[in-house]
């Protein structure tokens, strides 16, 4: 039996041992294991959880903290506004609330549910509408501390109820089983380019961040090479004790598993030695003592909770913006969830944990924005990078950073330690890691025949065409007039959504030019996307829910809901089909 505890020698070994059936044939789920170090029902141990955890933290604290930067500007909000600090800790704190809802009774994949761009993009277009443009700056400045608040809190509002109210439609596909039943047009000619888009257009994000100071930036995507790529094998000597012999030195795999807080620690470190010697001038963003002040402004203890701002405003221009990137965190997620099964060594996700995370997905955004976050959630494709680069799959990892994220969100000290991480070292580890999206997202493409005319002219053009349809759209924002506000903001959305174009044409393409299963990948496609709902077994899957299995197989009107455990294939859909006399 495979030992659990990592700084046993010879682990890597034991790992990659290939379980032969009777037959000397590989077994399926030792074979999805083989290039994992911890699968995703595997239990590391509770210290080595809590540094894992602090791993996939770091990871997605730099999106997270993006995000208000970009928005609070939008919302007409002073950059002194102690507020600032109070809606970072609120995005992080229902962050963590997701993810944990998500890794344990959601589709139970190791994934991390937070802040996503794409609800920025249809965010700004709602509060460019001239009924939410802020006011000339003589006017702001002008006003009261009460009535500045007043500006920013009642735009809160209105984005609070747009995400909420929008949030409620994907709720209801997934829950309900709706985009389950349309899994069969989601093939890998629509997969490649939605994920790859993701990656391709965040560039100008990581460029942002790492050209502030190249140096930093480049050390920063070395290191993680190096501990990443070329250390793996290579473990350090530890102290371990135990009752039986005491202690002993045992080799530690530290490179394998944390190459990212490895990264993070050391050019955090290089850019505090340049700080104190002088060679960053002031006001460098590589500076370690730029952002102590967010640490000085932070309160010690604050519970975000429901309409902190003010109750949530609903407009049908507001729904229907927000209502774009509710669809295009949609076809994301859908994207992410084989990619995530088959990199933590999990079989394919069966339809009643899709259904069950897009659903659960919509519960999230739904609470995020009933929470003032101003945001919704959606999968982190930075964390499912993350899992790729250090091979380490297991959903008690994210669990415990589930409750890291809590844990920051209450004690807003805390959060902000993190928060003054040096923008290039940031910059640095998006370089690798919006790669590593695009990377799997064209890793989809080895199931397509790649010889075929067919398939090389979708590629292209459903990668090519939205990157050019959305710049062009960027810099003409007030084309679109149809003569309805809410129409325009909606189109504005739709037309300067990459993943969602990139998707959609892939999408489109694949299932109306004419192609054979084999040439579009479909029978090797479907070994990854499984579309069975079978019923859970009697001992147990990797996506049944962690308590009340015994009871559920009891129920039989559990047979029926699309987003148990139990569900069979077309007995929901059964119940609406008149039957014939």
Not at 242 to 260: E, I, M, Q
Not at 304 to 324: D, E, F, I, N
Request: contains cysteine.
């Amino acid at each position: 039996m495979v030992h659990n505890n990592v700084i046993q020698i010879g682990l890597d070994a034991v790992r990659g041992v290939c379980v032969n059936d009777v037959r000397g044939e590989q077994k399926p789920e030792e074979a999805r294991k083989g290039n994992v170090t911890y699968g995703i029902d595997d239990t590391p141990p509770w210290y080595l959880c809590i540094f894992m955890a602090l791993q996939h933290y770091l990871t997605m604290i730099g999106a997270i903290v993006a995000i208000p930067f970009i928005l609070c500007p939008a919302l007409c909000m002073e950059e002194t506004d102690p507020d600032r600090s109070n809606i970072i800790s609120t995005m992080i704190f229902v962050t963590g609330l997701i993810t944990w809802l998500q890794a344990t009774f959601g589709c139970r994949l190791p994934i991390v549910q937070g802040g996503t761009i794409s609800f920025l993009v249809p965010t700004l277009a709602i509060l460019n509408l001239p009924a939410w443009k802020c006011p000339e700056e003589e006017i702001l400045v002008a006003m009261s501390t009460e009535e500045r608040r007043q500006v920013w809190t009642s735009r809160m509002c209105e984005l609070s109820g747009a995400i909420a109210v929008a949030a409620l439609f994907q709720l209801f596909l997934g829950y309900f089983g709706v985009i389950g039943s349309l899994l069969r047009f989601v093939t890998p000619l629509t997969i490649a380019p939605t994920v790859a888009l993701v990656g391709l257009t965040l560039f100008d994000h990581a460029a942002e961040a790492a050209s502030q100071q190249w140096g930093i930036a480049a050390g920063t995507f070395i290191l993680l090479t190096i501990f990443s790529q070329c250390m793996t094998n290579v473990n350090i000597p530890t102290l371990s004790y135990n009752r039986d012999s005491g202690c002993t030195v045992a080799w530690f795999p530290l490179f394998k598993l944390f190459p990212v807080l490895l990264t993070i620690i050391i050019m955090w470190a290089v850019c505090g030695i340049l700080t104190v010697t002088g060679v960053f001038p002031p006001e460098h963003p590589a500076r370690t003592d730029l952002k102590v002040n967010i640490i000085e402004d932070a309160p010690w203890f604050r519970i975000p909770y429901p309409g902190q701002w003010g109750a949530p405003t609903v407009s049908v221009a507001g729904v229907l913006g927000m209502l774009a990137g509710v669809l295009a965190c949609t076809v994301e997620s859908i994207s992410y969830y084989p990619t995530t099964a088959r990199m933590c060594g999990a079989p394919p996700p069966p339809l009643h944990a899709i259904n069950r995370g897009l659903g659960t997905e919509g519960l999230g955004t739904a609470l995020a924005g009933l929470w003032g976050s101003g945001n919704g959630t959606n999968t982190f494709g930075e964390n499912v990078g993350a899992i790729g680069v250090t091979k380490v799959g297991s959903r008690r990892v994210v669990q415990f950073a589930a409750g890291l994220m809590v844990l920051q969100g209450v004690v807003g000290k805390l959060g902000a330690v993190f928060i003054i991480i040096p923008q290039p070292v940031v910059g640095g580890l998006f370089c690798v890691m919006f790669g590593m999206i695009s990377a799997f997202g064209l890793s989809a493409l080895q199931y397509v025949d790649l010889n075929s005319s067919r398939n090389l002219y979708i590629i292209g053009f459903s990668l090519f065409f939205p990157l050019v349809l959305t710049r062009w759209m960027a810099a003409h924002s007030g084309v679109i007039h149809t003569g309805l506000e809410a129409l325009d903001a909606v189109l504005q959305v739709l037309l300067s959504t990459s993943i969602l174009v990139g998707g959609a044409v892939g999408c489109l393409l694949d299932n109306v030019i004419p192609g054979t299963d084999e040439e579009r990948g479909l029978a090797a496609w479907a070994k990854e996307m499984s579309l069975e709902a079978a019923g859970a077994s009697d001992d147990g899957d990797t996506y049944d829910f962690p308590i009340g299995m015994s009871l559920i197989r009891r129920w039989k009107w559990t047979y029926y809901l699309p987003f148990m455990p139990t569900y069979e294939k077309g007995k929901f859909t059964a119940l609406f089909i008149k039957k014939k006399l």
